[in-house]
């Protein structure tokens, strides 16, 4: 007994002596942490205490929007004698981060709220080292950082997912945040201001922290509070969290990354601002985008519409052939107007031949102009670029007449012309006019589909045959595009006038899905499918499409008489027209009568079935095809009544040393 306790006294003083040493060891790791935490706060003068003395200046960039925005930045840093190194992540040692005194990160969010791929192993070390508890929180404690984010708040909750990221996790392991994370929001059409302001406040900032000959002295940088955002109201991203999603009140316009910005904040809404908010309603066209699209040739209509003059239409003013509308269809290309009642998509396709300098958004919140003025603003503003074309060698005297008179519109200059609430009534007014209607939906919108009055002819962009596909081509904004997608093709087959699958194809990335796409035409059962190559518009910073994506016509030939072959007569290939690239497959049973094609469409016929109020579908103005628009005709789909003409090529030669 006597042993038991001396045990139970010697085990109660070596409990004792566990935990007072215990105590001791903590205390003396909270006071290191305390004397850290001061010397960051409070720092002491001398610089030799950052291992670097040139920052680092980051930029996390796909398109090129962030790395142009960060040379920007560097060459302002430069010129206000502070010295920085441009760095790309791919080409930088994560590890190395512990060792800097000050890091710069311009980043753009790409695909679901992740980084540009080639920041993927960046973006991942920062993500595992922040949640790793073997790293420790103070990884980053010599470090001093500032993140500008680009993004677009039309994505929702992974609005700049990617430089918030950055932020949090360089805060988790100790960095010290200079500034609040800089957002540009391509939503109102100012990321080039609202990123100026940034960067003058980083210099300001920095500023106290310059020593000589350039380099950086961490010690004297003024560190502003988080409670403050880019324009000094109080940041709420709890709030924006809900706001920005599908149900919530949500911003939606969007411009192209280069050419947009920071939108109002919820507070300021109500206000006038210089992005064109009037009352609450905000204008969807914004200086930027207007001169943007105005540089392209587009006149742009109220503050949401536009028209631009077609090639095909000053082609066959001067009598050198016509559009594939013309050889499909019987359009007098002449007298065709291309314009369009909402500039706004749905989509950033990777092939968009606008190079995005138009709005993108998920829903109408923009002010909303009558659709009788958009019409005569659209008329006059094409019969006067049509005016413009007298004088032109070899412009017709009786095309250019006619052209005045415009009798045909195309409804897909660019956007998503169904987006537009009044777009029945617009559709009404044209054909009071007797001007038929051609209009082009991205099939986001089935139920716009469903409502939409009875129009000369309806087309769907089939841009892909799967859903991953189809995520990668046209990078729509929803959540739910498949679905959407899908629906809008059921919808379409309940319309009973014409209806068009329209495929683009594009090599290397959607022309072999020949099987996908034959299983979507039993969905929407459409009357005709249009097969056109991609159109190549040039470099862009938002497509990384080459010469190489684009098919010949004889690949663009074989999968159209593949797709036919596959649904064993119930299609066959009518028409196509060389020029153009493009092919036209027709449903036999409607169209083909006693051996002859039926694709033109009698104009007249369907301006008096429209007035006439009664139900009417796609055969009560029908019309034939001539021999020289038929699939194999030696005319290629070219109009023989017009005159060729061939280009002279004269590009330089390659260089063969």
């Given at each position: 007994?006597?042993?038991?306790?001396?045990?139970?006294?010697?085990?109660?003083?070596?409990?004792?002596?566990?935990?007072?040493?215990?105590?001791?060891?903590?205390?003396?790791?909270?006071?290191?942490?305390?004397?850290?935490?001061?010397?960051?706060?409070?720092?002491?003068?001398?610089?030799?205490?950052?291992s670097?003395?040139?920052?680092?200046?980051?930029?996390?960039?796909?398109?090129?929007?962030?790395?142009?925005?960060?040379?920007?930045?560097?060459?302002?840093?430069?010129?206000?004698?502070?010295?920085?190194?441009?760095?790309?992540?791919?080409?930088?040692?994560?590890?190395?981060?512990?060792?800097?005194?000050?890091?710069?990160?311009?980043?753009?969010?790409w695909?679901?709220?992740?980084?540009?791929?080639?920041?993927?192993?960046?973006?991942?070390?920062?993500?595992?080292?922040?949640?790793?508890?073997?790293?420790?929180?103070?990884?980053?404690?010599?470090?001093?950082?500032?993140?500008?984010?680009?993004?677009?708040?039309?994505?929702?909750?992974?609005?700049?997912?990617?430089?918030?990221?950055?932020?949090?996790?360089?805060?988790k392991?100790?960095?010290?945040?200079?500034?609040?994370?800089?957002?540009?929001?391509?939503?109102?059409?100012?990321?080039?201001?609202?990123?100026?302001?940034?960067?003058?406040?980083?210099?300001?900032?920095?500023?106290?922290?310059?020593?000589?000959?350039?380099?950086?002295?961490?010690?004297?940088?003024?560190?502003?509070?988080?409670?403050?955002?880019?324009?000094?109201?109080?940041?709420?991203?709890?709030?924006?969290?809900?706001?920005?999603?599908?149900?919530?009140?949500?911003?939606?316009?969007?411009?192209?990354?280069?050419?947009?910005?920071?939108?109002?904040?919820?507070k300021?809404?109500?206000?006038?601002?210089?992005?064109?908010?009037?009352?609450?309603?905000?204008?969807?066209?914004?200086?930027?985008?207007?001169?943007?699209?105005?540089?392209?040739?587009?006149?742009?209509?109220?503050?949401?519409?536009?028209?631009?003059?077609?090639?095909?239409?000053?082609?066959?003013?001067?009598?050198?052939?016509?559009?594939?509308?013309?050889?499909?269809?019987?359009?007098?290309?002449?007298?065709?107007?291309?314009?369009t009642?909402?500039?706004?998509?749905?989509?950033?396709?990777?092939?968009?031949?606008?190079?995005?300098?138009?709005?993108?958004?998920?829903?109408?919140?923009?002010?909303?102009?009558?659709?009788?003025?958009?019409?005569?603003?659209?008329?006059?503003?094409?019969?006067?670029?049509?005016?413009?074309?007298?004088?032109?060698?070899?412009?017709?005297?009786?095309?250019?007449?006619?052209?005045?008179?415009?009798?045909?519109?195309?409804?897909?200059?660019?956007?998503?012309?169904?987006?537009?609430?009044?777009?029945?009534?617009?559709?009404?007014?044209?054909?009071?006019?007797?001007?038929?209607?051609?209009?082009?939906?991205?099939?986001?919108?089935?139920?716009k589909?469903?409502e939409?009055?009875?129009?000369?002819?309806?087309?769907?962009?089939?841009?892909?045959?799967?859903?991953?596909?189809?995520?990668?081509?046209?990078?729509?904004?929803?959540?739910?595009?498949?679905?959407?997608?899908?629906?809008?093709?059921?919808?379409?087959?309940?319309?009973?006038?014409?209806?068009?699958?329209?495929?683009?194809?594009?090599?290397?990335?959607?022309?072999e899905?020949?099987?996908?796409?034959?299983?979507?035409?039993?969905?929407?059962k459409?009357d005709?499918?249009?097969?056109?190559?991609?159109?190549?518009?040039?470099?862009?910073?938002?497509?990384?499409?080459?010469?190489?994506?684009?098919?010949?016509?004889?690949?663009?030939?074989?999968?159209?008489?593949?797709?036919?072959?596959?649904?064993?007569?119930?299609?066959?290939?009518?028409?196509?027209?060389?020029?153009?690239?493009?092919?036209l497959?027709?449903?036999?049973?409607?169209?083909?009568?006693?051996?002859q094609?039926?694709?033109?469409?009698?104009?007249?016929?369907?301006?008096?079935?429209?007035?006439?109020?009664?139900?009417?579908?796609?055969?009560?103005?029908?019309?034939?095809?001539?021999?020289?628009?038929?699939?194999?005709?030696?005319?290629?789909?070219?109009?023989?009544?017009?005159?060729?003409?061939r280009?002279?090529?004269?590009?330089?030669?390659?260089?063969?040393?």
């Open positions: 007994m006597r042993i038991f306790e001396t045990y139970n006294s010697h085990s109660a003083r070596f409990t004792l002596l566990a935990l007072l040493s215990a105590s001791t060891l903590y205390c003396f790791y909270k006071s290191l942490r305390l004397k850290r935490h001061a010397a960051l706060l409070f720092p002491a003068s001398n610089p030799s205490s950052f670097s003395p040139r920052g680092k200046l980051f930029f996390v960039s796909q398109t090129g929007t962030s790395e142009i925005l960060a040379r920007r930045l560097l060459r302002l840093l430069t010129s206000s004698g502070i010295s920085f190194d441009l760095v790309h992540p791919k080409d930088y040692e994560p590890e190395d981060l512990s060792k800097e005194a000050l890091v710069l990160i311009v980043a753009s969010t695909e679901d709220g992740n980084p540009p791929p080639d920041s993927g192993f960046f973006s991942n070390w920062l993500a595992e080292s922040a949640d790793d508890f073997r790293v420790g929180s103070m990884l980053l404690s010599r470090c001093k950082f500032a993140v500008f984010g680009v993004g677009s708040r039309s994505y929702g909750a992974t609005f700049n997912a990617v430089a918030r990221g950055f932020s949090e996790r360089m805060r392991l100790g960095g010290l945040q200079v500034l609040p994370v800089g957002e540009g929001d391509v939503d109102a059409g100012d990321l080039d201001e609202v990123f100026d302001v940034w960067s003058w406040k980083l210099i300001s900032v920095l500023k106290g922290g310059c020593v000589e000959n350039g380099d950086f002295d961490g010690s004297k940088v003024v560190v502003e509070s988080d409670a403050e955002t880019n324009d000094g109201s109080e940041e709420d991203y709890g709030d924006d969290s809900d706001a920005d999603g599908e149900n919530g009140a949500e911003t939606t316009i969007v411009d192209l990354e280069d050419i947009a910005g920071k939108g109002p904040s919820r300021t809404r109500t206000m006038t601002t210089s992005n064109g908010t009037i009352n609450g309603e905000k204008e969807m066209v914004t200086p930027v985008i207007r001169a943007n699209l105005e540089k392209q040739g587009y006149k742009i209509i109220g503050s949401h519409s536009g028209v631009k003059l077609c090639r095909w239409t000053k082609s066959q003013l001067r009598g050198r052939g016509g559009c594939y509308k013309h050889s499909f269809y019987g359009i007098e290309s002449h007298r065709c107007m291309e314009a009642p909402s500039l706004a998509c749905a989509n950033k396709c990777v092939f968009c031949w606008r190079h995005h300098t138009n709005p993108v958004g998920k829903s109408w919140r923009w002010k909303m102009d009558d659709p009788i003025e958009i019409v005569n603003s659209a008329i006059d503003l094409h019969t006067k670029m049509i005016r413009q074309m007298k004088g032109v060698p070899g412009v017709k005297e009786e095309q250019l007449s006619e052209g005045l008179s415009p009798r045909h519109c195309a409804l897909s200059l660019v956007g998503e012309p169904i987006m537009y609430p009044e777009i029945n009534s617009l559709i009404d007014e044209l054909h009071r006019r007797r001007i038929s209607t051609f209009l082009v939906t991205n099939a986001q919108f089935p139920e589909i469903k939409l009055k009875p129009i000369t002819q309806l087309y769907v962009s089939v841009d892909a045959a799967t859903k991953d596909s189809l995520k990668a081509i046209d990078r729509p904004l929803y959540g739910d595009f498949w679905e959407r997608f899908l629906d809008s093709l059921k919808a379409l087959r309940e319309k009973q006038q014409r209806t068009v699958y329209r495929l683009t194809l594009v090599k290397g990335w959607n022309a899905d020949i099987d996908a796409y034959f299983d979507l035409f039993s969905v929407g459409p005709f499918v249009e097969i056109k190559g991609v159109t190549y518009c040039g470099s862009s910073a938002t497509s990384k499409l080459t010469m190489e994506n684009v098919p010949w016509h004889s690949d663009v030939k074989a999968f159209s008489e593949t797709l036919a072959l596959k649904s064993k007569g119930e299609y066959e290939v009518a028409c196509e027209h060389v020029h153009s690239c493009c092919v497959l027709a449903k036999t049973e409607k169209f083909k009568v006693d051996n094609w039926f694709t033109w469409i009698d104009y007249e016929k369907f301006h008096d079935l429209v007035a006439s109020g009664r139900p009417f579908t796609s055969k009560d103005y029908m019309a034939a095809t001539p021999s020289w628009a038929v699939y194999g005709a030696e005319e290629g789909g070219f109009d023989p009544v017009q005159s060729r003409y280009k002279e090529r004269r590009h330089r030669p390659k260089n063969t040393d």
